[in-house]
């Protein structure tokens, strides 16, 4: 079966910091990946997705992922945060018509 | 304009009893999908269906039956309500002819089990 990890439960850092996630996913096929993001008593927004291509991929925000097969990885980064990114980040795989999801990272950027 | 709306947002209610969970949405999509987040933010699958067909059912207890009159819309009953049940239920869809494509999720309706 499909499983996505997610390295971090929980991360806090400053504003202007640089933010990086990481995900890894156990199914060793063609995958789709995916970015969400969830704020505040928010529902799940797309941030970004791979499907084939150049394995870096840019998101909207200023959120860029990149796609690393050999290490069956997709991180998330940001250069630079802002207190409005503090939400719910998951990481997310496709098989077919199922979803599935990491346990989520939750981010809190201090002003 | 909503893309993918839910209803009502929140719900309380005692065990035992019965409630549904109303979704729809506009956007011509073919796939459509029950996700359950519990109190830890762990988001699962529950259901799925394409064309009104059920195409997903993970393992859900018979108390949960989906329900798509038409393709626009999948609803959700639940029977026999539990404590346990207590969650936020994300209704979702998604493109036809590309079931790897992104999903689109509604705003979300929180379900307390007092």
């Known amino acids: 079966a499909q499983s996505v990890s997610q390295h971090n439960h929980h991360v806090i850092l400053s504003e202007a910091a640089s933010l990086e996630l990481g995900c890894n996913y156990s199914y060793g096929g063609t995958v789709n990946l995916f970015w969400y993001v969830q704020y505040p008593g928010q529902h799940l927004q797309l941030l970004l997705k791979?499907?084939?291509?150049?394995?870096l991929v840019k998101g909207i925000k200023g959120f860029e992922a990149e796609f690393i097969k050999s290490k069956f990885s997709f991180n998330l980064r940001k250069p630079s945060v802002q207190w409005s990114d503090t939400a719910e980040y998951f990481c997310?795989?496709?098989?077919?018509?199922?979803?599935?999801f990491g346990a989520g990272t939750t981010v809190t950027v201090r002003a | 304009d909503t893309a993918v709306s839910q209803t009502p947002k929140y719900l309380v209610t005692q065990m035992g009893n019965d409630k549904s969970i109303k979704c729809e949405q506009n956007l011509g999509h073919d796939t459509m999908y029950w996700y359950k987040q519990d109190s830890k933010k762990f988001l699962k699958i529950m259901f799925s269906y394409n064309n009104k067909e059920l195409i997903i059912n993970e393992t859900v207890p018979n108390r949960f039956s989906p329900k798509s009159p038409d393709k626009a819309h999948l609803n959700l009953h639940i029977n026999s309500l539990e404590l346990g049940d207590s969650a936020v239920y994300f209704c979702?869809?998604?493109?036809?002819?590309?079931?790897?494509?992104?999903?689109?999720f509604g705003p979300g309706t929180r379900l307390t089990v007092l």
């Open positions: 997310a795989v496709n098989q077919g018509y199922k979803l599935s």
């Open positions: 979702a869809s998604s493109p036809p002819g590309a079931s790897t494509d992104t999903q689109y």
């Open positions: 791979y499907f084939s291509g150049d394995p």
